[in-house]
């Protein structure tokens, strides 16, 4: 996944345009999600980058989530890369790392038209060639992690928009049974895994939904072990689809769990205030869908941080599109999935002063910064915003404030005349710094 913790410096210095984070000014030590999933009877994930497990991204994906997904670690491309030679490090580290945390693994996926090696997407293959290919797939990784994993995504996005199967190399080289062929191989080589089905665009009652629909009911009718379907949820800002409870409902009647497997909402960037609160109240209203039917049993999102999120890559202008901002922050959609499953939160969208923390220029040696802090539903009447250097930065000269730098720790109090901050207004200092290496945006610390 690609990195905007280390992409958004670069694109600041390149562009000269203001790198803008917000970290709220406080926020309690909230009941874990993972707790009050379970107070519901719901598991709570996050897909993840194995060699991000450490640090606070580690810390946050181990305390607030009760499943991980390999985002690409499980993909065969990854664990294939060249034909009989296989690579499970990314993915044996994921599924450690869940263990040691108590956490399930969903395993994803074994069956895609994407990321494959190129040795399989190259090759010339007879049908039989195909299935045989297919069987030992799914045999070896399914059996490499026999027991191990909670559920798999065994076949995933099989459909077209319009509800017709997708012309992939499966699906033109071994006909739609390879979909049954698959859950039949994956369950014979762990018959404890939960299988399922796996598509976007699937949320709502439309074309795609019901094909996908009509396909779970004739597997069952027809014995194949299909245990789930996973609705991904790459959703856009302020479309959560009204029919999703209904959707979620009908696959429940056919006996068939329900999981939300890649839940992310982007918004055009820049984010503000506004975007933030509708993202929170659409991420607030997938999580209660979920929680209003028993057999929707997982609710994943696909990335939890803005640092680690496909969307910026694959939809230039848009992004924050998780849980959490780039500095591991919670953001308003955090609350928004907390308080679906029963939370109460002590950190308003409202009522509360924040401090937003911008590069504003830099060349190669230094740059100017600021910082502006700003009160919704509450005011102050003196402040103070502290922060600590990552990379060895250091305060040349400030204004508008008087800051000291002790070691790697800022403090910037108000000066004299700009102490108050009112209800719905904003106050902002600048200053100077030197840099080498890397300049990595601190999280302020209002208080
Ligand atoms: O998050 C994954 C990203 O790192 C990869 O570059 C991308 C390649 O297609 O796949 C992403 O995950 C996808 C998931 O496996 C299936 N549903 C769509 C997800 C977003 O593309």
Redesign the pocket.
Known sequence: ?RSLRTGLPLAALVTGAALLLSAPAAHAADTPLRDLAAAKGKVVGT?VTGSELTGGYGDIAGAQFSSLTP??AM?WGTVEPTQGSFDWTEADQIVAFAQAHNQQVRG??LVWH??NPSWLTNGTWTSAQLGSLLQNHISTEVGRYKGEIAAWDVV??PFNEDGTYRSTLWYTGLGANYIAQALTWAHAADPAAKLYIND?NVEGVNAKSTALYNLVKSLRAAGVPIDGVGL?A?LILGQVPATLQQNIQRFADLGVDVAIT?LDVRMALPADATKLAQQKADFKSVVAACVAVTRCVNVTV??FTDADS?VP??FPGYGAATPYDENYAPKPAYYGVAEALGGTTTTPPTGACSATYGVTSQWNTGFTGQVTIACTGTALSSWRASWTYGAGQQLTQAWNATCTQSGAAVTCTNASYNGTVPDGGSVTFGFNASWSGSNPVPVVTLG
Do not use: D, F, P, V
């Open positions: 996944m897909a985002g690409n993909k994803h996926t994407s990321q995933n996005e976007y991904q790459h890649e696909w990335g496909w890559g694959t």
